[in-house]
């Protein structure tokens, strides 16, 4: 508490847990204090997740007229840096004063805010769109056969790039994948023992609570060598893929919507006004297979990363900035069509995703799995 009656708080959130983070969300915004601010780890800090939570929270409580500091703060910062600490942290603080003696509705004392009084709904049908995309055609059959290999990596050192597009996994002292072990010809010929092939009902593993989650692994495999191939790049720290770059130039997605020509830059360069590379900017998406009771969908998760070339990830004080610039304005409508452009970019613009597992293919519908609600808003304008 200021001598003049204005309440400072400052959240520090070090955990990564998410469950931790909105529980601190949480005490953020139960708070009276007329000035908020929160102070979290540089691994917090880089995660996007946490990034739009938190400007969600931090719109909301500008609204009831608390002084929110509008970005989250790098504790590694703080802690390792005393110029930061006197210059920077302290003119940002001094600036939320400022507006809370200018502005503010209360000094000093609790901000009394009104609810709203609650309207009733428009009943009108709504169609609600989510980004899960069913699959609509699996292997059907799974092969396995005991090995001596017991590590990926040394699959890769005895068989070398022919198993590329063909994904497999090591258990129980087994080798599993939906290639025909039977054919002499078969890429993992020279690890397995052709005498003890066990042939399996892919849906059997599928309605089985343990071997579903195989599954889940196999086809996940296939998905991963599949973006590979579109020359994207894994990145697993944050189990996202990434769009690169072309032959050092923007890499430029383009279809025919009707009578016109629509383009993405998928990969982008930034350049200042001397020309020179400040960053790049990547269109990147977490994809998974997941299931719903028995049903199998691929989830799709848009969002972008940042690069100094095309390769290097920005540090961590100005990766801030950028996503705070980029991606904090992509509400429902722009996330929906990142989401459908991707189903698109993945399809190369089939009505089909068709990923190859040996070779058998898993396809998925191009049409996000939608839900119609009898209720809605009324006047909402979507493009």
């Known amino acids: 508490m200021t001598p003049d009656g204005i309440s400072i708080y400052v959240e520090i959130i070090w955990s990564e847990s998410l469950q931790n983070f909105y529980r601190d969300m949480s005490m953020i915004q139960s708070s009276d204090a007329n000035i908020k601010i929160v102070i979290v780890s540089p691994r917090i800090l880089a995660n996007e997740r946490y990034q739009r939570e938190f400007e969600k929270v931090a719109i909301s409580q500008r609204k009831l007229g608390f002084a929110m500091h509008g970005e989250l703060i790098d504790g590694g910062r703080v802690i390792g840096n005393s110029s930061y600490l006197e210059n920077e942290f302290k003119t940002a603080v001094l600036e939320l004063m400022t507006h809370i003696q200018k502005y503010g509705k209360v000094v000093g004392k609790q901000v009394e805010s009104k609810l709203p009084e609650p309207k009733s709904v428009d009943r009108v049908e709504e169609h609600l769109l989510s980004n899960l995309f069913i699959v609509t055609e699996i292997p059907s059959t799974i092969l396995s056969s005991p090995t001596d290999i017991r590590r990926v990596r040394d699959v890769y050192a005895k068989l070398g790039s022919d198993i590329a597009d063909y994904p497999f996994l090591l258990k129980n002292k087994r080798l599993y994948t939906f290639d025909n072990l039977r054919d002499p010809s078969s890429v993992f010929a020279p690890i397995i023992q052709r005498n003890y092939i066990l042939e399996e009902q892919t849906l059997d593993w599928l309605h089985d609570d343990v071997k579903r989650n195989d599954l889940k692994y196999l086809f996940n495999i296939a998905l991963v060598k599949y973006c590979r191939k579109r020359d994207m790049y894994y990145d697993k720290n944050h189990d996202r893929f990434v769009c ?140």
């Open 244 to 383: 690169r770059l072309k032959d050092g130039k923007d890499n430029v997605f383009q279809w025919r919507a009707g009578s016109k020509y629509i383009e993405r830059k998928v990969a982008r360069r930034v350049c200042g006004k001397d020309g020179l590379l400040l960053f790049v900017i990547h269109y990147a998406a977490s994809l998974n297979f997941m299931l719903i009771d028995d049903t199998l969908f691929l989830k799709i998760e848009p969002t972008k990363t940042f690069t100094f070339d095309g390769f290097n990830p920005i540090r961590t004080e100005k990766l801030t900035s950028l996503m705070s610039r980029y991606l904090s304005k992509e509400y429902n409508n722009a996330y929906l069509s990142s989401v459908r452009f991707w189903a698109k970019y993945l399809s190369r613009l089939d009505v089909k995703i068709s990923i190859p597992a040996g070779k058998q293919f898993i396809e998925i519908n191009t049409v996000p799995i939608g839900s119609r609600m009898p209720v809605g808003i009324l006047n909402e304008k979507v493009t």
